[in-house]
């Protein structure tokens, strides 16, 4: 597995030796822009942790008023509410600045390397009938598979899986097509 290290200090195809076949070939290699961006999944996760950590603020003023020392372990509880909202809103950009991207000649590359998580690689087929989902945008996005998890109600919610807010998307959805059709 590759050392996710800064591209610009390592020569690009070090940081993916052993990772590819041998009658591979690498045709590009990037990362997503890591700058922060506000989603509405985001704002519902930071709404939620702060009604979490107010709640129990809420009970621990209550139960220090009625001269109770219990109120002590709404502090786990308000801990948590603050977590939960402030990894809502910095986590995806934190994640991102620890992901590249590489497209071969066959396949597409995510690699991540997250404190607590770990390293991750995980590839993706490129065929004629991969369905290429091009997100137009400053940064675009290109998704070209998905990750179909179950809920406990057994609804199905399908995760897009692709090259998020890259600098360089026109190119890379060129390559893409090109792989495609035979002639990368």
């Known amino acids: 597995m590759p050392t996710l290290t800064d591209t610009t200090r390592t020569p690009p195809h ?28 985001m704002i519902l996760g930071a709404a939620f942790g702060t009604v979490f950590a107010g709640s129990a603020l809420y009970w621990m003023i209550v139960s220090a008023q ?18 939960l909202a402030a990894g809502s809103l910095l986590k995806p950009a934190y994640g991102r600045r ?11 590359y995510i690699a991540t390397n997250l404190p607590l998580i770990g390293r991750s690689l995980k590839s993706y087929p490129i065929t004629k009938d991969t369905v290429i989902d091009y997100q137009d945008a400053t940064l675009p996005s290109i998704i070209f598979a998905k990750n ?25 959805l060129g390559h893409l097509r090109q792989i495609q059709d035979g002639s990368a």
């Open 98 to 108: 620890r992901t590249s991207y590489m497209l071969t000649d066959k396949r597409a």
């Open 14 to 41: 070090d940081q993916w030796a052993g990772v590819v076949d041998k009658d591979e070939t690498i045709i590009w290699q990037g990362q997503p822009d890591s700058g922060f961006i506000l989603s509405f999944r």
């Open 148 to 172: 179909s998890l179950r809920a406990k109600n057994g609804m199905k919610i399908d995760m897009p899986i692709g090259f998020e807010r890259i600098r360089d998307g026109h190119a890379v």
């Open 66 to 83: 009625a001269g109770s020392k219990v109120w002590m372990i709404g502090l786990i509880h308000m801990a948590v509410g603050i977590a």
